[in-house]
């Protein structure tokens, strides 16, 4: 196994049931590096993880939630359990850091500081929020 990058940065939401109920951002594109410890982290919520399914072909291409250039289609991490399946939004390393913390707060159902709650990168994250819902809810139905 590759060495600890960091702390794993995910947040996970108490609702496991709703169309998103978190998010992982990655320190890098290639995210073999950082799967054992993901999927580490995830089993005391998840339980053990059956399958691991994502939306995107070449993750090391796309580009931060921030950029001009940002993919229509988000990248989603669905983790299948025995009973159940959860899926998480999953941040772009290059996405600047103030949009990724807000993002994984969002996310988690953490609460967003007073002076923060109607800033330009909580409305860019719920905006991304909202889209990776809407994008899991037309997967499931069709």
Do not use: C
């Not at 940065?9 to 995210?31: C, E, M, Q």
């Amino acid at each position: 196994m590759k060495p600890v990058l960091g702390p794993t940065r995910l947040r996970i939401g108490a609702d496991l049931t709703v169309p998103v109920a978190g998010a992982w951002f990655p320190y890098t594109s290639k995210l073999s590096d950082e799967l054992s410890v993901l999927s580490l982290a995830v089993r005391p919520m998840l339980g053990d993880i059956a399958s691991i399914e994502v939306t995107w072909r070449n993750f090391a291409r796309i580009a931060g939630f921030d950029s001009e250039n940002t993919v229509d289609e988000l990248p989603l991490m669905t983790f299948a359990t025995a009973g159940s399946s959860v899926t998480l939004l999953v941040i772009p390393p290059r996405t600047a850091s103030s949009l990724a913390a807000t993002l994984l707060r969002l996310a988690g159902d953490q609460v967003i500081i007073d002076g923060h709650l109607h800033s330009l990168e909580q409305r860019r994250a719920a905006r991304i929020l909202e889209r990776a819902t809407a994008q899991r809810q037309r997967a499931v139905a069709g």
